[in-house]
Structures are given as structure tokens and as C-alpha cells.
């Protein structure tokens, strides 16, 4: 039974969700896709041990580490898994999600690409006429084609050699290379090696987080007609996930959102909130080295937070109040000179005086976040949302759709529709859109490369 979660009901409202569903609802897709996901995370923990590691953390090294992107849900899904039944990690501080590994990750030697090359190795070396790729490819399609029943055939269960003929008769191969390559093929379906059968375990686990995640679920047609001059506006939290990531990682961001045909706008509001937390932030730090407060242990325990605060103490674990500032006017510098050269147009927000819709909405964003959170938020910060939410409702329209990673206003509807779109959503549209078999083939070929 085919389950389409990731539907997409009208042009005027495209579901575009990223919430860690598998679109076919097969019990051989459970097991491989918690296993991919709990694997992924100990590798990503692994890499800021013996540091803890947040969930933030652990999205932002899977998002950019050519892996397939992973919702928090399933994040989530892994996490308790990896706590609770293995034992693995231990949740240190939960409000913060803060999580710190238990057990030693080995390095693996036993990479996608290297698991191939060495059953490629064992059963197609004499294989005149065909080359890795065309193994790669053919694996790749099996599964574009077949979904979860190509584990079937890869086991020899169910019409293996049926469906097997018909994904290799589209690989091109003369008539001598196709016959060879077929009898390689069989004998790797029919391998006892428990190499190859690791390898066909975790080509299926790939290829659960693929579909998990939306390759194969959208057109690219209909992705550039939902974002065809929509105008998105940034939101604060954004210009904070920028001075998290590298240059190159932000700029590809915002050149993928361009490529899908929407434009970037962002309020000088926003641009003035932004700098005011940093500011306020940087005066906590500096007054806290004036008392003498050690404040390598204060991150430790996850009292003071913030990457650029964490980066800085490193840098310096008693730095000096020009030195903090310093570090702000850098960051404000990266921040604009980003903005400038991605051509995000400046706007301002607050073309009106505070009117009680305004207030109301306000009140509904207050609602929400004490729902969500248990806590409100600070009047200015939800001040500053209402004004967001005004942009995208209210006459004249000064954008379309928020771009944020906040999901109180995620969670919002105007007549129907949301008014704002998670940063994630739209990362995975630009990298997982398109439907077609071969499309999904290429992805999937991609990742095992």
C-alpha cells in the first residue's frame, strides 16, 4: 500500500513538509530507516566528541556532510532510540537538548563508495565491456523503479530475474558486455559473502532516507511554480543560522532558493533585532569577565550560549570587552556583506501604528509559543513577529512567505494557507526535488558515489 504523505494538494498551497515520513508504508522500510538515522547521528556526535553535542549541532553537520537531509523528528525518533534501548548517549540538559555520547564510534573503512568497489571487486572484474558505473547505475534504478521490493530482488525473492532484465536493458551495454554483466549481476543477487549483504542492507537504508526526506516526491515543475516569484522573507533566526554556517554553505543556500525562482527579502527590523541581541549578548559576556566568572565552565554547563559566543571563548577564554566587541562588528560585517552579495532587498516591516489586529496577533503568537515551550516570548521578539506576519497578510503585501526556522510561525495559517516555510522545507526541495524514475535514479546514484 502506497501512502503519498508528501501530497501536494493545490498550486496555491503546496504541502512542502519535511517530517520524516516514509512515502511507502513497507514494513522493510522500518528497520533500515531508524538504523540509518541512529547510525548517521553517532557519527555526528562523534565528531564534536568528547564535547556534548545539541540537536542543532547534529542537524547542522548532517545537513552540509553529503548525506541526505534528516527532519528533527527523526532525529528525535533516533535519539530516543540511541538513549533508551542501546544506551548509547545519555540526555544531559533536555530543555536544551543536549546530548553526550557513551561508547567509542570506530572510524569505517566501509563507505557506501567502498562497500561497491569491493563487491564490484569479487563479482564483475571479468566483466569486459562494463565499468562500476554501470553498476552504480543499475542498483540506483532498481530502486528508483521497484522501491522497497528491489530488496527483494537484490535477495532473490519474488521476480528477480524478471525485473533484474528489465533494469539492465536500459544501461546501454552491447550485446556480449550486456551478457556478462547480467551473469555478474546474478551471481552478486545470489552472494552468501556477508559483505554483500551488509552492502544491500545499507543501499536499502540510503534509499529510505532519500524517500524520507522528499527525493522522488516533487516535480520540478511544480516545484518552480509554487516558488515562482514568491517573495520570502527572512526571518532573525535566519541571520543566526548564517554566522553558524561557512560562507560558501550560506551562499549555496540562497543561490538554491534563487534557482527554484523565488526572490529574498528581509525587514530592517529584523536586520536591527539581529544586531541589538548580538549587542546584548556581547554585554552579558563582557560584564561576566569583569566579575572574573570562568567562562569556559559557563558554556560547559550550557549557562552561556550561542555559537559565536562558544567560538569566541575559545579563541580567548577570558577575552577582553574590545575584543568581544570586536567579534560582533565581524560577525555584523558577514552578516551584510552575505546579504549584499546574495541581492537580498531590504524593506521596512512597520508601515503602520500598532492597531489591534496587531495586537491579537501577538497574542496568538504568545499562545502558541506557551503551548509549544511552556514560556513566553520576550515582548519585543513577538513584536517583531506580528510585524513578519503583517508583511505576508495584510494590503498592501510586502512578501509572500516568512523563511524561518521558527516553528510557532511555521505552525500558522492565513486563510488557510501558512504564512511561513522552515528553512529546512525549502534546502530539501532544492536538493531532493524532482519525481521523475531517472531523476530519483541520479539522486540515488549520487549518494552512492
Known sequence: ????????????????????????????????????????????????????????????????????????????????????????????????????????????????????????????MGCAGSTIEHFRNSVALLFARYGCAAVEVLTSQGASAVRINDVLETLGLQDEAHKEFRECFNDFVLSHDPADANLKVRLASVYVLLRMNGAGNWEKDDLRKFFKEKRLLLDTNILFEIIGRNISQTSRIFQEIKNLGASLQIGQETIREFETALRTRAEQVAELVQVGVDLPRLIDEHVLRGDWVK???????????????????????????????????????????????????????????????????????????????????????????????????????????????????????????????????????????
Not at 56 to 78: M, T, Y
Not at 355 to 365: A, F
Request: one cysteine or more; hydrophobic letters at 40%; charged letters at 25%.
Open 311 to 449: 567560538a569566541l571563548v575559545e579563541d580567548n577564554p577570558q577575552p577582553t570587552r574590545a575584543k568581544i566587541f570586536e567579534r560582533v562588528g565581524n560577525l555584523l560585517a558577514q552578516v551584510n556583506g552575505i546579504l549584499e552579495s546574495s541581492a537580498i532587498t531590504q524593506i521596512p516591516l512597520e508601515c503602520s501604528a500598532s492597531t489591534d489586529r496587531r495586537e491579537g496577533r501577538i497574542r496568538d503568537i504568545q499562545t502558541y509559543t506557551i503551548t509549544a515551550r511552556g514560556y513566553k516570548k520576550r515582548d519585543e521578539v513577538a513584536l517583531h513577529d506580528a510585524l513578519l506576519w503583517e508583511a505576508v497578510e495584510d494590503t498592501p503585501k510586502l512578501a509572500d512567505l516568512i523563511l524561518t526556522l521558527d516553528r510557532s510561525l511555521g505552525h500558522i495559517r492565513s486563510k488557510g494557507q501558512r504564512i511561513g516555510i522552515m528553512l529546512d522545507e525549502v534546502v530539501a526541495c532544492a536538493l531532493m526535488g524532482g519525481a521523475g524514475e531517472q531523476e530519483l535514479a541520479d539522486i540515488f546514484s549520487h549518494t552512492l558515489s
Open 1 to 124: 500500500m502506497t501512502a503519498r504523505i508528501f501530497a501536494m494538494a493545490t498550486n496555491a498551497d503546496l504541502h512542502i513538509r519535511v517530517v520524516g515520513c516514509i512515502v511507502e508504508d513497507h514494513q522493510m522500510y522500518q528497520k533500515p530507516r531508524l538504523e540509518a538515522v541512529k547510525s548517521l547521528v553517532l557519527h555526528a556526535m562523534q565528531e564534536l566528541s568528547p564535547e556534548p553535542a545539541s540537536l542543532r549541532q547534529i542537524q547542522e553537520i548532517l545537513c552540509f556532510a553529503d548525506v541526505p537531509l534528516v527532519s528533527e523528528h527523526v532525529l528525535r525518533q533516533a535519539l530516543n532510540s540511541l538513549r533508551e534501548k542501546d544506551a548509547k548517549i545519555e540526555l544531559l540538559d533536555k530543555p536544551g537538548r543536549i546530548y553526550r555520547l557513551l561508547v567509542e564510534v570506530p572510524q569505517v573503512g566501509d563507505s557506501l563508495d567502498n562497500l561497491l568497489k569491493e563487491s564490484w571487486n569479487r563479482h564483475f
